[in-house]
């Protein structure tokens, strides 16, 4: 069974640090894309950040450069985003998703071949 698992979320204060994980099983995730998306309440889903499938090349939203980094371990099938300088703003269900031999140019415009789950973000305090 091919799934994506999230994990990592958590409540947090603002200015606070998360990474998140995103753990693949069932496939290897070496021939794909990646990307993280969040969903906050009542908005529409957003592309975070982008990796390519050797992790060489990366994008953001502007609403997170220069405080995201996404990163990738194919050796160990896993996905990571690190997260800093939390903002309220950032508060949101987050899901990775998975493109096979997807597009990073196209990555986060979320048409994706496999999603997890997703794991929640508060930050507040």
């Known amino acids: 069974q091919l799934q994506l698992v999230e994990s990592g979320g958590g409540l947090v204060q603002p200015g606070g640090s998360l990474r998140l994980s995103c753990a693949a099983s069932?496939?290897?995730?070496?021939?794909?894309?990646i990307g993280w998306f969040r969903q906050a309440p009542g908005k529409e889903r957003e592309g975070v950040s982008c990796?390519?499938?050797?992790?060489?090349?990366?994008n953001y939203a502007d609403s997170v450069k220069g405080r995201f980094t996404i990163s990738r371990d194919n050796a160990k099938n896993m996905v990571y985003l690190q997260m800093n300088s939390l903002k309220a703003d950032d508060t949101a269900v987050y899901y990775c998703?998975?493109?096979?031999?997807?597009?990073?140019?196209?990555?986060?415009?979320?048409?994706?071949?496999?999603w997890g789950k997703g794991t929640l973000v508060t930050v507040s305090s």
């Open positions: 998703a998975a493109e096979l031999v997807g597009r990073l140019d196209l990555c986060r415009t979320g048409g994706m071949d496999y």
């Open positions: 069932g496939f290897t995730l070496d021939y794909y894309t």
């Open positions: 990796i390519s499938r050797s992790g060489g090349s990366t």
